[in-house]
C-alpha cells in the first residue's frame, strides 16, 4: 500500500497504529476502518513469531474499545493470515471468496465488553499516527 493511500485513509477516518524499533524500524503497523474493520495488520517479516502482531491488536483493542463500541470487529483475511486471526478470536463468517482478483475470508470476532480486561504490552514503542 503506497503512502499516499494511507495518507488518504487517515483523511477518511482510519485509525492507524504503528509499533518502531528502537532506531525508528517500521516493525509493524495495523489500520482500522470505521473503528471495526480490521484493514491492515503487518508485522516486518523479521520480527514474526514474536507475539507483535497480538500486541499490536491488543493496542488496538484498548484504544477503541469504548462504552460506545459494540465489541464486533471483521477482517478480511488473506489466505496464510487465517491461523493468526483465529488465534486472536476470529471466526469465519463465511468460506474463501474471489472477488475483484483478491482471495480472502471474511471473519469476524465478537468481545464481551463485561469480561474484556487487558491493556497492551509496551515491550516496543507503540505510537498512534
Partial sequence: MSEQAIQQNLQDGFLYLVID???QQLIAT???RDRSHLYHLFVHENFGKQGIAR???QAILHETLTSEHNGEFTVNSALHAEGLYRKLGFARTEGIRHRHGM???PMKLTIDLRQWRTE???THQL???
Fill in 30 to 32: 495495523a489500520g482500522l
Fill in 55 to 57: 500486541q499490536l491488536w
Fill in 103 to 105: 482471495v480472502d475470508i
Fill in 21 to 23: 524499533g528502537p532506531d
Fill in 127 to 129: 505510537t498512534s499516527i
Fill in 120 to 122: 497492551p504490552s509496551d
